[in-house]
């Protein structure tokens, strides 16, 4: 399922607009709209930001089983505090299969590092996308975040043609910092992606779907 838009005209319409409103510009045009959330340090924004205009919006969470305690206990809260409508994926392999064949957690420079990437997060995302067939797929990147990154924009397309949304793609730290004292919502620093380890490296996720 896609969206047939010219990205690049897109992307200069939406030039100097608010998230809220690039959010009502993408759930405009969307018929089966997803959200990806990792329950990462701010997604409460961009988790707050969607639900508001789109309640029952589904949001897919995939769940690699290596998840922090905080991480899953703020999941827990903006779950319940924000009603939201979560689809967890999870692997098809079991952690404590995976520690056993590929030894833990494989280090970013091990060859092994790509088998693990693939089984705890690119294919239960390929996965979920073929089994809900969103065309809209609002996420939270942002600029600031990798050099990969600085090369998109607010809109991109998946290979699959889904639409990608990004209405924070422009904002910083502080900004996000304002608009979660705003609306008196929780973030959570304790948080570990054993797919990118080094916090300005890419996990694969939006470079290859």
């Given at each position: 399922m896609?969206?047939?838009?010219?990205i690049d005209q897109a992307n200069k319409d939406l030039q100097g607009k608010s998230p809220a409103?690039?959010?009502?510009?993408?759930?405009?045009k969307a018929k089966n709209p997803i959200i990806t959330?990792?329950?990462?340090?701010?997604?409460?924004?961009?988790l707050h930001l969607v639900a508001k205009q789109r309640p029952d919006i589904k949001v897919l969470w995939v769940?690699?089983?290596?998840?922090?305690?905080?991480t899953y206990k703020f999941a827990n809260k903006l779950i319940e505090d924000l009603n939201l409508n979560v689809v967890t994926y999870i692997p098809q392999q079991t952690r404590a299969h995976r520690d056993v064949t590929l030894g833990g957690i494989p280090g970013v420079d091990d060859a092994k590092h790509e088998v693990f990437t693939e089984q705890v997060k690119l294919e239960p995302f390929r996965r979920a996308l073929s089994e809900l067939k969103p065309d809209v797929w609002f996420n939270a990147i942002r600029?600031?975040?990798?050099?990969?990154?600085?090369?998109l924009d607010v809109l991109s397309q998946s290979k699959d043609g889904v639409l990608k949304v990004a209405p924070l793609f422009?904002?910083?730290d502080q900004d996000l910092d304002a608009y979660l004292e705003e609306n008196n919502l929780p973030n959570e620093f304790d948080y570990f992606d054993p797919t990118k380890v080094?916090?300005?490296?890419?996990?694969?996720?939006?470079?290859?779907?």
């Amino acid at each position: 399922m896609s969206i047939n838009i010219d990205i690049d005209q897109a992307n200069k319409d939406l030039q100097g607009k608010s998230p809220a409103e690039i959010v009502a510009w993408a759930l405009e045009k969307a018929k089966n709209p997803i959200i990806t959330t990792n329950f990462r340090p701010y997604e409460s924004a961009i988790l707050h930001l969607v639900a508001k205009q789109r309640p029952d919006i589904k949001v897919l969470w995939v769940d690699s089983g290596y998840n922090t305690d905080a991480t899953y206990k703020f999941a827990n809260k903006l779950i319940e505090d924000l009603n939201l409508n979560v689809v967890t994926y999870i692997p098809q392999q079991t952690r404590a299969h995976r520690d056993v064949t590929l030894g833990g957690i494989p280090g970013v420079d091990d060859a092994k590092h790509e088998v693990f990437t693939e089984q705890v997060k690119l294919e239960p995302f390929r996965r979920a996308l073929s089994e809900l067939k969103p065309d809209v797929w609002f996420n939270a990147i942002r600029k600031d975040q990798t050099e990969f990154r600085q090369g998109l924009d607010v809109l991109s397309q998946s290979k699959d043609g889904v639409l990608k949304v990004a209405p924070l793609f422009y904002k910083n730290d502080q900004d996000l910092d304002a608009y979660l004292e705003e609306n008196n919502l929780p973030n959570e620093f304790d948080y570990f992606d054993p797919t990118k380890v080094e916090e300005h490296r890419e996990c694969g996720l939006h470079t290859q779907l």
